[in-house]
């Protein structure tokens, strides 16, 4: 006969026997806690300090980075809780202290690790590129009722052409819920069009127009930066904006000198 | 080296040498007296009051800066001996090891890995205080809104000024000091492969430094470290230090990457085959292997900066069909295998801290080798996410952001062979080991906002914002150079004979830790608040989160002026150090100090790996 | 142990010193940038003259003078860190800071000794932000100059936060004839200025700049180098505050 000692351990006892001990425990302990920690930063510090959300874009943008920080949060915590448990469970003295188990490497564990990271990694491409399609689709739908505004960065000073209205200003005011098609460009050096509550940021070029879509969702005011270092004012080149109501945006045209259709 | 042998009856003692009477006070007159003649020379051929004369006369200059000291310093002595036929006797390169020479041998174009090592130590701390004082200005200036400290003008040049020299700084600040001064004696070789490139390596550095530095007095360089086309054309003459520099950096850091790369190469120690070469060596050759393809871009894309700022060649100028998406490129096909060149290095270090502290091997030494080449192979496939919203191509962002994105695999597994090697050990906290908890802490943070910036809807928003500085000050100053400390404070004993100062490098090493996530973490926050980078001067809203970044600068400003304090104690009066203090099982601590001229009396041989640690199971 | 006692706290003494030493070398070199960053010319402060009636009611009125020259060495408003300016740069002066009360009529008068060449864009051609969207040059009501019509630009922006009103005026300044600005380069004459003088209300106190929008930084791209990129020369600062 042969006795359950002589056998290898089973998979159920070793994971028992693995479970039981203490700095596995601890380490779990330790870890769970940094997993709702990041769950809980992600959930509440970026919606804290990100400024209102007028856009899809924008909602898109924030909770890329809301749901990756909480994804992200078990595999954060895992790293966190064993070095923390190693950290305090340290050797005290001035002598080196004994030496440990001998564990060149450990197949099982780095195949998991590997898949796990590359499905966390996978899973951040996919979402990213439908984002991207999405974003870009709904934009193309949404082209022919789209109000175009031509944005004109100038050291140290954005300015504003409405070609539909016949002006330009120096304030981005747009109507809300109707699309809008930016068609940025420079006359001097390179700045980077950012209407902050919008969500979307977009390069200008001297001789080349580039271009962002978006469509305002929320009443408010805006704030227009620049996010490419554009010599001595940078800091400065700052514009103002708001989205309104049809009507108010019509009698603002009116105010600005424009010709409303 | 063979024909030296035949000539030794004839050859002149090096007593009589040049050689002898070369030094850096030779290579200061010969270089400043160079750029003066060349000064005076161009005026008289170009109008001092054009713009683009002005920077014809001082790119002129500077090249004469750095070629005159370096015929002052005697680095072209060995080629032109060769050249007519007279090569330099026995005498004269041992003369040029600086064997017995004292502390003046520091002040030569010394040839022995063990003098480059320390030149680069002393030059790199140099460039971190002075890039470190920049910082502090830097948040003062932004202490509040009102940019009260200094005007925007003088605000860019310090942005630009301390951004470029902490990356050069950085760049160096491992592969220079134990790269050169480590790295042979690791793998048991008796100098590097090429003595005199070693050295021509440091001085061609030293030269762009003080290149670098000359920015000042000409109006600074308003463009940050970036120095982005066209606007680095319409810059003032303080761009032209900028430009002379990076040329002569890139050469300096192309030979010293051929230099490392040969001699881990062909002159490993008997033995030491490809599984037994120490990661640190391993880090460090894929580091400087990377930068021999990357620089040249920069290179050539400054030599076009410079053509169109001196003779009105229009590479960037889309009026006459140049493009600014052209040096965005140059540059970014250089910039991102540089932030991993500069990271890769200092995780290295760690990676070879951590067993001896924890006495335990280093787990799965092939998943960090791999790790490493995927980092270093993907880098150079992921340039454009820096230019997502430039408008260049807004259909290839989808490519680039998954080359991005994959480049945390291969970094995940860094953290699996840091966690491996930690599981079930119980570390002994030197300072050193506490750079590796460190790093995990600010490397996953770095790590996690990085995936965030690498997708395009996130990068919409924060593109350009407060919230990238602080990612790769994350990456580049909580990994890399947390790694470099940790790493000097492990070799210190190696490299001075005497123990770093504890006690100042524990309070040191809390007060820079704590300091730089208030600091950073503050900077997330206005990020996401919405403020751009490299502004003078902020609106309300940020005024909290930057006043947290401030206090958070002072903090982790007077705790690196306690390791600066430590470093120049321990050096001259710290304890003196046992032969081998951590119980280390790598080559280096094997060897005695003051370390041989040759490193070794007899040449080691190999029989494992480094990470022999641990009681079997 | 007091030897070791002495050691230590010797250490400690050392340690202290050279980490003041440190901060204190920083705190220099801060002293001396912030010296740098002054010019050392008096700001200019608007004059008050009484209270007017407005179409926002009655206010507070205040003036202030300015001009504008082709080269800061050889103009009467020769400035600089050094009390020179550089040779054949351009400049506004007396100073580049402006001072004026906050919830006032202001009118400001800029008298233009400098011609011109053109715009890189129209936009800055016209005139923003005045009491009624126009500007007086020379006696003449004028609301839009062409792009070549313009010697320099005086644009007054700032950052917008909640605290601060929003502040944004754009005055282009009418050129010199081409042969007043020969004789200048010929024998230094100044010509007779172009006087430009409009009017605008601040809102409450609060930090905003001007610069010049015309590129003037000559030789170098888009013209914006060189005197346009120095501080002092062609910006400055306007500080709306409640009291003057």
Same mark, same amino acid.
């Given at each position: 006969?042969?006795?359950?000692?002589?056998?290898?351990?089973?998979?159920?006892?070793? /994971?028992? *026997?693995?479970?039981?001990?203490?700095?596995?425990?601890?380490?779990?302990?330790?870890?769970?806690?940094?997993?709702?920690?990041?769950?809980?930063?992600?959930?509440?510090?970026?919606?804290?300090?990100?400024? *209102?959300?007028?856009?899809?874009?924008?909602?898109?943008?924030?909770?890329?980075?809301?749901?990756?920080?909480?994804?992200?949060?078990?595999?954060?915590?895992?790293?966190?809780?064993?070095?923390?448990?190693?950290?305090?469970?340290?050797? *005290?003295?001035?002598?080196?202290?004994?030496?440990?188990?001998?564990?060149?490497?450990?197949?099982?564990?780095?195949?998991?690790?590997?898949?796990?990271?590359?499905?966390?990694?996978?899973?951040?491409?996919?979402?990213?590129?439908?984002?991207?399609?999405?974003?870009?689709?709904?934009?193309?739908? !949404?082209?022919?009722?789209?109000?175009?505004?031509?944005?004109?960065?100038?050291?140290?000073?954005?300015?504003?052409?409405?070609?539909?209205?016949?002006?330009? /200003?120096?304030?981005?005011?747009?109507?809300?819920?109707?699309?809008?098609?930016?068609?940025?460009?420079?006359?001097?050096?390179?700045?980077?069009?950012?209407?902050?509550?919008?969500?979307? *940021?977009?390069?200008?070029?001297?001789?080349?127009?580039?271009?962002?879509?978006?469509?305002? !969702?929320?009443?408010?005011?805006?704030?227009?930066?620049?996010?490419?270092?554009?010599?001595?004012?940078?800091?400065?080149?700052?514009?103002?904006?708001?989205?309104?109501?049809?009507?108010?945006?019509?009698?603002?045209?009116?105010?600005?000198?424009?010709?409303?259709? | 080296?063979?024909?030296?042998?035949?000539?030794?009856?004839?050859?002149?003692?090096?007593?009589?040498?040049?050689?002898?009477?070369?030094?850096?006070?030779?290579?200061?007159?010969?270089?400043?007296?160079?750029?003066?003649?060349?000064?005076?020379?161009?005026?008289?051929?170009?109008?001092?009051?054009?713009?683009?004369?002005?920077?014809?006369?001082?790119?002129?200059?500077?090249?004469?800066?750095?070629?005159?000291? #370096?015929?002052?310093?005697?680095?072209?002595?060995?080629?032109?001996?060769?050249?007519?036929?007279?090569?330099?006797?026995?005498?004269?390169?041992?003369?040029?090891?600086?064997?017995?020479?004292?502390?003046?041998?520091?002040?030569?174009?010394?040839?022995?890995?063990?003098?480059?090592?320390?030149?680069?130590?002393?030059?790199?701390?140099?460039?971190?205080?002075?890039?470190?004082?920049?910082?502090?200005?830097?948040?003062?200036?932004?202490?509040?809104?009102?940019?009260?400290?200094?005007?925007?003008?003088?605000?860019?040049?310090?942005?630009?000024?301390?951004?470029?020299?902490?990356?050069?700084?950085?760049?160096?600040?491992?592969?220079?000091?134990?790269?050169?001064?480590?790295?042979?004696?690791?793998?048991?070789?008796?100098?590097?492969?090429?003595?005199?490139?070693?050295?021509?390596?440091?001085?061609?550095?030293?030269?762009?430094?003080?290149?670098?530095?000359?920015?000042?007095?000409?109006?600074?360089? @308003?463009?940050?470290?970036?120095?982005?086309?066209? #606007?680095?054309?319409?810059?003032?003459?303080?761009?032209?230090?900028?430009?002379?520099?990076?040329?002569?950096?890139?050469?300096?850091?192309?030979?010293?990457?051929?230099?490392?790369?040969?001699?881990?190469?062909?002159?490993?120690?008997?033995?030491?085959?490809?599984?037994?070469?120490?990661?640190?060596?391993?880090?460090?050759?894929?580091?400087?292997?990377?930068?021999? @393809?990357?620089?040249?871009?920069?290179?050539?894309?400054?030599?076009?900066?410079?053509?169109?700022?001196?003779?009105?060649?229009?590479?960037?100028?889309?009026?006459?069909?140049?493009?600014?998406?052209?040096?965005?490129?140059?540059?970014?096909?250089?910039?991102?295998?540089?932030?991993?060149?500069? #990271?890769?290095?200092?995780?290295?270090?760690?990676?070879?801290?951590?067993?001896?502290?924890?006495?335990?091997?280093?787990?799965?030494?092939?998943?960090?080798?791999?790790?490493?080449?995927?980092?270093?192979?993907?880098?150079?496939?992921?340039?454009?996410?820096?230019?997502?919203?430039?408008?260049?191509?807004?259909?290839?962002?989808?490519?680039?952001?998954?080359?991005?994105?994959?480049?945390?695999?291969?970094?995940?597994?860094?953290?699996?062979?840091?966690?491996?090697?930690?599981?079930?050990?119980? @570390?002994?906290?030197?300072?050193?080991?506490?750079?590796?908890?460190?790093?995990?802490?600010?490397?996953?943070?770095?790590?996690?906002?990085?995936?965030? #910036?690498?997708?395009?809807?996130?990068?919409?928003?924060?593109?350009?914002?407060?919230?990238?500085?602080?990612?790769?000050?994350?990456?580049?100053?909580?990994?890399?150079?947390?790694?470099?400390?940790?790493?000097?404070?492990?070799?210190?004993?190696?490299?001075?004979?005497?123990?770093?100062?504890?006690?100042?490098?524990?309070?040191?090493?809390?007060?820079?830790?704590?300091?730089?996530?208030?600091?950073?973490?503050?900077?997330?926050?206005?990020?996401?608040?919405?403020?751009?980078?490299?502004?003078?001067?902020?609106?309300?809203?940020?005024?909290?989160?930057?006043?947290?970044?401030?206090?958070?600068?002072?903090?982790?400003?007077?705790?690196?002026?306690?390791?600066?304090?430590?470093?120049?104690?321990?050096?001259?009066?710290?304890?003196?150090?046992?032969?081998?203090?951590?119980?280390?099982?790598?080559?280096?601590?094997?060897?005695?100090?003051?370390?041989?001229?040759?490193?070794?009396?007899?040449?080691?041989?190999?029989?494992?790996?480094?990470?022999?640690?641990?009681?079997?199971? | 142990?007091?030897?070791?006692?002495?050691?230590?706290?010797?250490?400690?003494?050392?340690?202290? &010193?050279?980490?003041?030493?440190?901060?204190?070398?920083?705190?220099?070199?801060?002293?001396?940038?912030?010296?740098?960053?002054?010019?050392?010319?008096?700001?200019?402060?608007?004059?008050?003259?009484?209270?007017?009636?407005?179409?926002?009611?009655?206010?507070?009125?205040?003036?202030? =003078?300015?001009?504008?020259?082709?080269?800061?060495?050889?103009?009467?408003?020769?400035?600089?860190?050094?009390?020179?300016?550089?040779?054949?740069?351009? =400049?506004?002066?007396?100073?580049?800071? &402006?001072?004026?009360?906050?919830?006032?009529?202001?009118?400001?008068?800029?008298?233009?000794?400098?011609?011109?060449?053109?715009?890189? =864009?129209?936009?800055?051609?016209?005139?923003?932000?005045?009491?009624?969207?126009?500007?007086?040059?020379?006696?003449?009501?004028?609301?839009?100059?062409?792009?070549?019509?313009?010697?320099?630009?005086?644009?007054?922006?700032?950052?917008?936060?909640?605290?601060?009103?929003? &502040?944004?005026?754009?005055?282009? &300044?009418?050129?010199?004839?081409?042969?007043?600005?020969?004789?200048?380069?010929?024998?230094?004459?100044?010509? =007779?200025?172009?006087?430009?003088?409009?009017?605008?209300?601040?809102?409450?106190?609060?930090?905003?700049?001007?610069?010049?929008?015309?590129?003037?930084?000559?030789?170098?791209?888009?013209?914006?180098?060189?005197?346009?990129?120095?501080?002092?020369?062609?910006?400055?600062?306007?500080?709306?505050?409640?009291?003057?």
């Amino acid at each position: 006969m042969i006795t359950s000692d002589s056998l290898p351990p089973s998979i159920g006892d070793r /994971t028992r *026997k693995f479970i039981k001990r203490h700095d596995v425990r601890m380490s779990f302990l330790y870890g769970s806690f940094f997993t709702l920690l990041f769950i809980f930063l992600g959930l509440s510090f970026y919606p804290k300090f990100m400024p *209102k959300i007028m856009s899809e874009q924008m909602q898109n943008g924030k909770e890329v980075i809301v749901y990756f920080t909480v994804i992200s949060a078990p595999i954060a915590g895992l790293v966190l809780g064993i070095a923390l448990y190693t950290f305090l469970n340290r050797h *005290k003295g001035d002598t080196p202290p004994p030496d440990g188990p001998a564990i060149r490497t450990n197949t099982p564990v780095i195949l998991v690790w590997t898949v796990v990271s590359s499905l966390f990694c996978l899973v951040a491409i996919v979402w990213g590129l439908v984002e991207m399609n999405v974003a870009s689709s709904e934009a193309a739908e !949404n082209e022919p009722n789209a109000i175009v505004v031509e944005v004109t960065g100038s050291q140290w000073v954005w300015n504003f052409n409405y070609p539909e209205y016949g002006f330009s /200003t120096d304030k981005l005011n747009l109507p809300i819920d109707r699309p809008v098609v930016f068609r940025i460009t420079s006359v001097d050096v390179n700045h980077s069009f950012w209407p902050v509550q919008l969500g979307v *940021k977009v390069d200008a070029n001297r001789y080349a127009v580039t271009t962002a879509r978006t469509t305002p !969702n929320v009443l408010g005011v805006i704030d227009i930066k620049c996010a490419e270092l554009c010599g001595l004012y940078h800091a400065y080149m700052e514009s103002e904006g708001e989205i309104m109501t049809a009507a108010n945006f019509n009698s603002w045209v009116k105010a600005e000198g424009g010709h409303t259709a | 080296m063979t024909t030296f042998a035949n000539k030794t009856q004839t050859a002149p003692k090096p007593g009589r040498s040049l050689i002898t009477k070369l030094n850096m006070g030779t290579g200061l007159v010969v270089g400043i007296v160079s750029a003066e003649v060349m000064y005076w020379l161009s005026k008289s051929w170009f109008d001092i009051n054009e713009a683009a004369e002005i920077n014809k006369i001082l790119t002129l200059s500077m090249f004469a800066w750095c070629i005159g000291f #370096l015929v002052g310093i005697g680095a072209f002595i060995g080629p032109f001996r060769w050249l007519i036929g007279k090569d330099l006797t026995a005498e004269e390169h041992l003369y040029m090891a600086g064997e017995g020479q004292g502390i003046s041998r520091y002040f030569k174009y010394c040839t022995d890995h063990k003098v480059v090592g320390i030149q680069y130590l002393v030059g790199v701390m140099t460039m971190l205080g002075v890039g470190g004082a920049m910082a502090m200005m830097i948040r003062t200036n932004l202490i509040q809104p009102g940019s009260r400290l200094v005007t925007p003008e003088i605000y860019n040049s310090l942005v630009g000024l301390h951004g470029i020299t902490m990356i050069i700084a950085l760049i160096v600040v491992s592969t220079g000091p134990f790269g050169n001064f480590i790295l042979p004696i690791m793998i048991g070789a008796r100098d590097m492969a090429f003595p005199r490139l070693n050295a021509l390596s440091w001085w061609l550095l030293f030269t762009a430094i003080i290149t670098l530095c000359s920015a000042w007095f000409f109006g600074g360089i @308003p463009t940050g470290w970036t120095a982005y086309a066209p #606007l680095s054309v319409q810059a003032g003459p303080g761009m032209n230090a900028f430009i002379v520099a990076i040329i002569i950096f890139a050469i300096s850091s192309a030979i010293a990457g051929a230099n490392i790369t040969t001699t881990v190469v062909t002159m490993r120690a008997k033995g030491m085959n490809l599984t037994r070469i120490p990661i640190f060596v391993i880090g460090a050759t894929i580091s400087v292997a990377m930068a021999i @393809p990357a620089f040249p871009t920069f290179m050539a894309s400054q030599i076009m900066a410079a053509f169109d700022r001196t003779i009105g060649t229009g590479f960037y100028d889309a009026n006459v069909g140049g493009s600014g998406w052209l040096y965005a490129h140059l540059f970014w096909i250089m910039g991102h295998p540089e932030v991993y060149v500069i #990271l890769i290095p200092g995780v290295a270090v760690l990676l070879e801290i951590a067993p001896v502290f924890v006495r335990k091997p280093l787990f799965s030494v092939n998943s960090a080798i791999l790790g490493f080449a995927g980092i270093a192979g993907l880098s150079f496939l992921v340039w454009a996410h820096h230019m997502y919203i430039s408008g260049w191509s807004p259909s290839l962002n989808g490519p680039f952001m998954v080359t991005t994105e994959m480049i945390s695999i291969p970094t995940g597994l860094i953290f699996l062979v840091l966690l491996g090697t930690l599981w079930r050990g119980k @570390p002994w906290l030197k300072l050193p080991m506490l750079g590796v908890y460190a790093f995990i802490w600010n490397f996953l943070i770095g790590g996690v906002t990085g995936i965030y #910036l690498s997708d395009v809807p996130a990068d919409d928003y924060l593109h350009g914002s407060m919230f990238v500085t602080a990612h790769f000050h994350y990456t580049l100053m909580g990994a890399a150079l947390t790694g470099a400390i940790a790493g000097l404070a492990f070799w210190f004993p190696k490299m001075t004979g005497r123990m770093l100062h504890e006690r100042a490098g524990y309070i040191s090493f809390w007060m820079v830790q704590i300091g730089f996530n208030l600091i950073f973490l503050g900077m997330f926050a206005a990020g996401s608040q919405g403020q751009p980078r490299r502004v003078a001067d902020y609106a309300q809203t940020f005024a909290t989160s930057d006043l947290i970044s401030t206090i958070g600068a002072y903090l982790t400003g007077t705790g690196m002026l306690v390791l600066l304090w430590a470093v120049i104690h321990s050096w001259r009066n710290g304890k003196i150090a046992p032969t081998n203090p951590w119980g280390s099982k790598t080559l280096e601590w094997t060897v005695p100090y003051p370390i041989p001229l040759e490193n070794f009396h007899e040449t080691p041989v190999v029989t494992s790996d480094g990470y022999g640690y641990g009681r079997s199971n | 142990m007091p030897s070791a006692v002495k050691g230590s706290s010797k250490v400690l003494l050392s340690a202290t &010193l050279s980490v003041l030493l440190g901060i204190g070398v920083v705190v220099g070199v801060g002293y001396t940038l912030n010296g740098a960053s002054d010019d050392g010319r008096d700001p200019v402060v608007a004059t008050m003259a009484g209270n007017i009636d407005t179409p926002k009611g009655n206010m507070p009125h205040a003036t202030a =003078t300015l001009s504008v020259y082709a080269d800061a060495e050889s103009s009467e408003g020769a400035h600089g860190p050094d009390g020179g300016g550089h040779p054949g740069y351009v =400049t506004y002066g007396p100073s580049n800071h &402006l001072i004026l009360p906050a919830n006032s009529l202001i009118t400001i008068t800029i008298k233009g000794y400098d011609g011109g060449e053109s715009l890189n =864009t129209p936009f800055f051609g016209k005139v923003i932000g005045t009491v009624d969207g126009s500007m007086d040059v020379d006696g003449k009501k004028v609301t839009l100059l062409g792009m070549k019509e313009v010697q320099h630009t005086f644009t007054i922006h700032g950052v917008p936060t909640s605290t601060q009103d929003p &502040l944004f005026v754009n005055i282009p &300044l009418s050129k010199q004839p081409d042969d007043a600005m020969e004789k200048f380069d010929e024998d230094g004459t100044l010509p =007779t200025p172009v006087v430009t003088t409009f009017s605008f209300y601040t809102g409450g106190a609060g930090e905003y700049v001007w610069n010049c929008e015309f590129p003037c930084g000559d030789g170098t791209y888009a013209k914006f180098g060189a005197a346009m990129s120095k501080y002092g020369y062609m910006s400055g600062k306007v500080s709306v505050v409640d009291h003057i």
